[in-house]
T-cell receptor, first 111, second 111 residues
């Protein structure tokens, strides 16, 4: 069963704590992406990676970090430096850099 | 700055009607456009895409039209069904590396 998995679906954290969101794909895609979505808004790019051991900042990278040690995995860490971390986080992957396939998302709530 | 926007935030139609969702883009250098459907609490789902060397592309019950002269993209859904109710996003390719998303149009289908 191929696809993109994100876990957990819901995540709750206290302010000041770092939290890591998981994203795994078994589609053999080279490129992976992280987006943030706020209520009633579109998707904003946080980080993307076109190849293992390489990644680039997106439009709103401040307060986030990523790693790409394996082709299948692209975890996102939301650090305590992120001012408004509560949001819906979406991971995507792409074979070509054009069409992207999305995971089910993780809803992070920080109180 | 470069952005992709939608003309209307909401669209309400009757079951069986045809729906047209519009999108304007600003980057004349974009060469790839894509439409996604997002249901509440889920990740975006690919609907249809089109490259800049095409004016029209058809899928199952959906058609995407691209007018490069006025930088306009539209999604037509034939015989709209209640299951089509969702938020629809258009996105344009940013130099072949990442997509830029608009804010979305909420389609409501009443039976």
């Amino acid at each position: 069963d191929g696809g993109i998995t994100q876990s957990p679906k819901y995540l709750f954290r206290k302010e000041g704590q770092n939290v890591t969101l998981s994203c795994e794909q078994n589609l053999n895609h080279d490129a992976m992406y992280w987006y943030r979505q706020d209520p009633g808004q579109g998707l904003r790019l946080i980080y993307y990676s076109q190849i293992v051991n390489d990644f680039q900042k997106g439009d709103i990278a401040e307060g986030y970090s990523v790693s790409r040690e394996k082709k299948e995995s692209f975890p996102l860490t939301v650090t305590s430096a992120q001012k408004n971390p509560t949001a819906f986080y979406l991971c995507a992957s792409s074979a070509s850099g054009y069409e992207q396939y999305f995971g089910p998302g993780t809803r992070l709530t920080v109180t | 700055g470069e952005s992709v926007g939608l003309h209307l935030p909401t669209l309400s139609v009757q079951e069986g009607d045809n729906s047209i969702i519009n999108c304007a883009y600003s980057n004349s250098a974009s060469d790839y456009f894509i439409w996604y459907k997002q249901e509440s609490g889920k990740g975006p789902q690919f609907i249809i895409d089109i490259r800049s060397n095409m004016d029209k592309r058809q899928g199952q019950r959906v058609t995407v039209l691209l007018n490069k002269t006025v930088k306009h993209l539209s999604l037509q859904i034939a015989a709209t069904q209640p299951g089509d109710s969702a938020v629809y996003f258009c996105a344009e390719n940013k130099a072949g590396t990442a997509l830029i998303f608009g804010k979305g149009t909420t389609l409501s289908v009443s039976s």
